[in-house]
T-cell receptor, first 111, second 115 residues
């Protein structure tokens, strides 16, 4: 059965800390891996990763995919209180064009 | 604001009833996706439509159905509602059929409460 696992499920850090969020997956026919940020509303897109080893960056956020080991990490450096959110990892598979979401990592950044 | 609109914002109904959730995609987007998010299940992909045709199916129950109309808005119909159907239902849209080639933009969601 296709599945996406995220760890940790919850994380509390101080402002300025660097965090690493993990996403591992088991999908029959992988197409891409997506990261979303969800505050108290709809998820917003962060990154889409399709190739191993190529880091994607957006400001203090970066992500990389390892298709051999079937995982991705999302790094956030110099965290701010505005980074507090649930970070969702999702994997697209090609067989049925499904998108499978992980349970999310709840990040709380305290001043 | 993503440009995706969903109505209603909140819906409270009783078990056994039927409801319709409505979604209008961003202007120009042809794909519409429906998701269910509950506390115990996380975000679950339900179904995708592209230009009026069903494109992909996820964990959608037989009691649920959806369609996309010629003007590209979509409706998700939930019938014989059960307590466990209480959740936040998101609609997302993207420009093309395969979301790998373009990101999905999520609407604000409809919160359904079944009493």
């Amino acid at each position: 059965e296709d599945k996406v696992v995220q760890s940790p499920l919850s994380l509390v850090v101080h402002e300025g800390d660097t965090v690493t969020l993990n996403c591992s997956y088991e999908v029959t026919n992988f197409r891409s891996l997506l990261w979303y940020k969800q505050e108290k509303k709809a998820p917003t897109f962060l990154f889409m990763l399709t190739s191993s080893g190529i880091e994607k960056k957006s400001g203090r956020l970066s992500s990389i995919l390892d298709k051999k080991e079937l995982f991705s990490i999302l790094n956030i450096t110099a965290t701010q209180t505005g980074d507090s959110a649930v970070y969702l990892c999702a994997v697209e598979e090609t067989s049925y064009d499904k998108v499978i979401f992980g349970p999310g990592t709840s990040l709380s950044v305290i001043p | 604001d993503s440009g995706v609109t969903q109505t209603p914002k909140h819906l409270i109904t009783a078990t056994g009833q039927r409801v319709t959730l409505r979604c209008s995609p961003r202007s120009g987007d042809l794909s519409v996706y429906w998701y269910q998010q509950s506390l115990d299940q996380g975000l679950q992909f339900l179904i995708q439509y592209y230009n009026g045709e069903e494109r992909a199916k996820g964990n959608i129950l037989e009691r649920f159905s959806a369609q996309q109309f010629p003007d590209l808005h979509s409706e998700l119909n939930l019938s014989s509602l059960e307590l466990g159907d209480s959740a936040l239902y998101f609609c997302a849209s993207s420009a093309r059929a395969f979301s790998s080639y373009n990101e999905q933009f999520f609407g604000p969601g409809t919160r359904l409460t079944v009493l």
